[in-house]
């Protein structure tokens, strides 16, 4: 084993040493240059403001974002993308704790201490905390990513098209079971993605489908326009439809109070930290499971191991840094399954997924084990994001109280004006325009019925990838080819088992809930 | 699980408890209203059938059709499943939405008209007077009346973005 360890890297046994360290300071260099930086600080100037804004989802704002992106290099454009899904889980938290309301679906968990906490006049420490925990979480995960993406995506370049497919039905079940128990419905809008996808030339044979005649159809439905129509229009769309003429806004707390914990309280910050990583990073790793997740799993893990339950709901600082630490962490293990195994680890990644295709970067198996490089790379922007948006989160929070008073209304023009001009800018087309209008009506309909758009699009992204690998798999080995593989079988059962256990443990509990009523009822009865 | 929040009617939803186990509401006018997602399902399902027709095959087996038709037919199927859970069951209160209003259904409507002229005018006259104009017209009919917030928003947004995608991106605009 010594001689070993000598000549290669453990998280690079592929590679001679010196190979593997060129890797490494090649990967960290391409970040520490002034353009690189400059583009960190602007992905977080931004970032910061749509986690600060409720209703601006990180998904929104990178989805915008890549509009104007795909002109740049590709390390430069991850860093602007990555670097506003970093400080958007920053920025989030102030919203959730100072009204209540997620600045996005990641601090959902956030709200459960958080208001609480600024209603007793410890906004100023709840922030402090959040901000703490979340930068842990994410230096965690970038742990995870540095550890775990080469391995990962050396285990995966052994797949072949009916664990390739496999893998695909995994992610979108994922996703789908996790869609907020609408599982008909997931599958559903799934299933559209998936049809969307097949739009253009059969990848196969070439063959057009579904082009009606449309000459820019020819190439497929361009995937960023749909991605901003369905995040970005349909979301602005449905505030407008819902918005009250005479309603006034939500007023945020303004007495923050102390903002640093005394030495008892550290120790406890500590502890529910360790929990919300934990929790975080294992939890990042499934593909599709997403910060949301992850705040709710880490907060009720951290109400079970605390000394101090009741507090739990009421205004816990420990539920509260468990569960920032927890949402942050799972971006390592998102970024990790993304780009080793080409499965979006959650919606922000499905649309950097659309973008890094447009680079003419494919993530996948292939990906890591040709560029070791890249991981250190993205390992760097997401730990200086992180202590950056750090920096700021601890020194600005007081002037983005401010913010949280701005009118909605502002926000719908600016969105609106950059969701035009950013789609016209992909590709300079107006057809790409309109393709973003309809998705934008086709995703309020979506948004108003129940439908969860991630499903969409990780349908449309993934969708050639599914097709592909199925057809290859039934025409060259058939249906059996699927029973040979126990990769394959073991992706299928975690599918399945994603699917149907929520919808029965749910019956189970519903039936339980029916019998102890009739149960109370015949006490009643009879004394 | 003490916490409660707010769901989206108005509802307490507990944190980490599958939405599916929370009561259903039975009430005939929500029961219906999920038709048409259902309607939405099959029409699609059936339009793609259709639509596979025109597809060329190329002998028999695993064509360029397969794997379309494999999906209208899931999301047929999906529909009619979609009746029973949602149609005759009930329907689960985070599904319901918030309430629309006239006044922004008009709102919305006006948006539309004012995006699809900007649209139109791409190319035709300068990209900083549409803006202007633009994103002016959109502050009114959002009920905006402060003149400040007139003349200045307007202003800065046009100049971020002729600098972004003109100057910067070299966007032909």
Redesign the interface.
């Known amino acids: 084993m010594i001689p070993d360890l000598l000549t290669t890297l453990p998280l690079m046994p592929h590679l001679p040493l010196p190979v593997a360290a060129n890797a490494v300071t090649e990967g960290i260099g391409a970040v520490l240059q002034w353009d690189t930086l400059l583009y960190i600080g602007l992905g977080m100037l931004v970032g910061m403001l749509v986690g600060a804004f409720p209703g601006v989802t990180a998904t929104m704002a990178v989805a915008l974002a890549s509009g104007f992106t795909l002109t740049m290099e590709p390390i430069q454009g991850l860093a602007v993308l990555l670097t506003i899904y970093v400080a958007a889980q920053f920025g989030d938290r102030v919203p959730s704790i100072l009204i209540n309301t997620p600045g996005t679906p990641a601090s959902i968990a956030t709200t459960f201490d958080g208001y609480p906490l600024a209603k007793q006049g410890k906004a100023g420490l709840a922030m402090t905390a959040s901000a703490l925990g979340s930068a842990f979480g994410m230096v965690f995960g970038i742990i995870v990513l540095a550890l775990f993406g080469i391995p990962l995506a050396g285990f995966a370049r052994q797949f072949g098209p009916p664990e390739m497919f496999a893998l695909v039905v995994f992610g979108l079940t994922m996703m789908i079971g996790v869609s907020s128990g609408r599982i008909f419905k997931g599958l559903i809008a799934g299933a559209f993605g998936l049809l969307l996808a097949t739009v253009g030339r059969d990848p196969i044979t070439g063959d057009q489908r579904f082009t009606l005649g449309i000459l820019e159809l020819n190439g497929g439905v361009p995937f960023i326009p749909v991605i901003i129509g369905l995040f970005g229009l349909a979301e602005v769309l449905n505030q407008m439809v819902t918005h009250q003429r005479h309603k006034s806004q939500d007023k945020p707390i303004n007495q923050l109070g102390a903002w640093w914990p005394g030495r008892e309280l550290s120790g406890r910050l500590f502890k529910s930290m360790g929990i919300g990583a934990g929790t975080g990073s294992v939890v990042g790793l499934v593909p599709a499971v997403g910060g949301d997740i992850a705040g709710i799993i880490s907060w009720d893990n951290a109400k079970r191991l605390s000394k101090h339950k009741e507090e739990f709901g009421k205004g816990s600082i420990e539920g509260l840094t468990a569960a920032d630490t927890s949402s942050t962490a799972t971006l390592g293990g998102s970024v990790t399954t993304t780009m080793a195994l080409g499965v979006p680890g959650d919606s922000v990644m499905a649309v950097l997924i659309g973008s890094m295709m447009i680079w003419g970067i494919q993530p996948g198996p292939a990906l890591f084990t040709n560029q070791p490089s890249l991981v250190y790379t993205l390992a760097m922007i997401l730990l200086v994001a992180t202590v950056l948006s750090l920096a700021l989160s601890l020194v600005r929070m007081k002037s983005m109280v401010k913010l949280l008073e701005l009118k909605n209304q502002y926000l719908w023009v600016i969105i609106l004006v950059f969701c035009m001009v950013g789609t016209y800018s992909i590709s300079n087309s107006v057809f790409d325009v309109f393709v973003m209008l309809i998705m934008g009506v086709i995703g309020l309909f979506m948004l108003r019925f129940g439908f969860p758009a991630g499903p969409a699009v990780l349908g449309l992204i993934l969708g050639p990838l599914a097709e592909s690998n199925l057809r290859r798999t039934l025409i060259g080995g058939g249906p059996e080819s699927f029973l040979a593989s126990p990769i394959a079988l073991v992706l299928f059962a975690i599918s399945a088992a994603a699917l149907l256990l929520p919808p029965l443990r749910a019956m189970r509990l519903r039936r339980k809930r029916e019998l102890a009523g009739k149960d109370e009822g015949l006490s009643v009865l009879i004394p | 699980?003490?916490?409660?929040?707010p769901g989206p009617t108005g509802t307490a939803e507990r944190?980490?408890d599958?939405?599916?186990?929370l009561v259903l509401l039975k009430n005939l006018p929500y029961r219906l209203r999920?038709l048409?997602?259902v309607a939405?399902?099959i029409g699609?399902g059936l339009t793609?059938l259709v639509?596979v027709g025109d597809?060329?095959e190329?002998g028999t087996?695993?064509?360029?059709r397969?794997?379309?038709s494999m999906?209208?037919w899931?999301?047929i199927a999906?529909?009619v499943?979609?009746v029973f859970?949602?149609v005759l069951r009930g329907v689960?209160p985070?599904?319901i939405?918030?309430?629309?209003?006239w006044?922004?259904?008009g709102?919305?409507v006006l948006?539309?008209l004012v995006?699809?002229g900007?649209?139109l005018l791409?190319n035709v006259l300068q990209f900083w007077l549409i803006?202007l104009v633009?994103?002016f017209v959109?502050?009114v009919v959002?009920?905006?009346r402060s003149w400040k917030?007139l003349v200045f928003?307007p202003v800065i947004?046009g100049v971020i973005?002729h600098v972004?995608?003109i100057v910067l991106?070299?966007?032909?605009?």
């Open positions: 699980m003490a916490a409660e929040t944190p980490g599958h939405p599916e186990e999920e048409i997602p939405a399902a699609l793609v639509l597809i060329t190329r087996g695993i064509g360029p397969f794997w379309p999906l209208a899931g999301l999906l529909g499943l979609l859970t949602n689960r985070s599904d939405p918030d309430d629309m209003t006044w922004g259904i709102q919305m948006t539309g995006l699809v900007y649209l791409f803006t633009a994103t959109l502050l959002y009920g905006i917030v928003l947004i973005l972004l995608f991106l070299k966007v032909p605009l």
